[in-house]
């Protein structure tokens, strides 16, 4: 389309110019992390209290189910976001990464608590690990112990901004 | 409004015609169009459904359901589905890779196929096929190999185990399945669907047939493998059953079968039980629609109010209950009909 003279007098960029003419200019990759950033299936790992946590925020009273993120899948395969929800042991460790490794991309982590964050107080003992950060990327902590549901909440709004920025 | 879609296909046809197309020819690209469009209906149907049944699951369990995005949490579904487009498709190095990848497939031609023959209206079925019944469960039972198929190709025990669980559930849930479909065909005398319809135009066959109306629900819920009967997909004990190792769309496509079995079974429901599109004011096309919805609305409601019963609680439960209930309502209304037409009536 033909651009008028007067639209380019007031020094917008080419794009400002055409949204003037209802025409929105925009990427695929904009379009998909719209739809990712509201569609987090989840895939759970947890020792003992997060999960209470998180159980209690998939119930009647918080309901995760309101942001759509209430699909927990029992299958790694069809999950996008692995909540790291308690300490990882040695032991346990390549298991998690070998689940991490089975979800298909493009995938989130999200290290909920102070065990999956820092090690929290087993932090110094020798059986494990100081936090989720050292066996893969994670893109969210939420600190607490256990984090309230709405923290748990407040985490997974962050990383909703995260993926739409495509900062991921 | 009565007439509307037959009546386009009529003037589209003779439009062909017209055109100087061999009748032929012109009675082809129609059913061409006929397909199509129930191929994006029910596509489209199925973003609906999974956004109902979300919708369902949370009022059931004093939850809110999805209501972030759009009105109502409409638009979610349609977010799940563009991110389900996008996400790696992972073919285990160890699976039977064609298997593997046709077993979806064929599962959604299938279901697709089903409502070749399933009356949306007042003549509005695709084809009229005589033995219209008779294809509607020979099809439906083919569903199990492509479980089987999905199982077996995906090289996973859990896979495996879920596919021999919905194997065991589907072939014993058949025989009650036809069985109490017999019920209506013997008072209707046709095994053709658009007939069946016809012959409710006094009473709706549920008023004659309850029993056998319930014992085609209970194994119509076994046959789609929906809860409480979802043994194969067992989350807690079989991680996803059949569908373990499915990522993406693959995966996305058993879900689309499945809810489009769950359209068709609950509009065959509609047909043989409720009279099919017929009631008062409304065209038929629209009742039917309604009649299938409010159908699905109690499939889904049986399914979040009832716990998952055991495998071999629901193998003894189709072998010892549902079969000779069957029987005996074949048994029962063929007395009926014997003593009724003795009286003359």
Redesign the interface.
Known sequence: MVLNEADTRDGSSDVEQLEKHNIIVTTLEKIWNWSRARSFWPLSYGCNCCPIEMMASGAARFDIARYGYEVFRASPRQADLLIVAGPITLKMAPVVKRVYEQMPSPKWVLAMGNCATSGGPFRDGYSILPGADTLFKVDIFVPGCPPRPEALFHGLLELKKKVERGDY | MEHLFTNIAQILTSWMVSLGLPPIWADLILLIGQWTIIVVIVTLNVIVLVWLE?KIS?FI?????????GPF?AF?T??????LL?????IPSQADRWIFMTAPMLFIVIAVMLYAVLPLGQGMEVVDLNVGLFYFISLGSLSTICLLMAGWGSNNKWSLLGAMRSVAQMISYEIPLAFSLLGVVMLAGSLNLSEIVTAQNRYWFILLQPVAFLTYFIAATAELNRGPFDMPEA??EL??GA??????MR?ALFFLAEYTNLVAVSALAATLFFGGGQGPWLPSWLWIIIKTYLIMLVFMWMKWTFPRIRMDHLMSFSWKVLIPVSLANILITGLGIEFFRGMGW
């Open positions: 979300r949370g369990q004093e939850r809110l359901g999805p209501n972030r995005l949490g979610q349609i977010a799940d589905a563009m991110k996008t996400k790696e498709d992972i989350e807690q991680t996803a569908y373990t190792e499915y990522t993406g995966w």
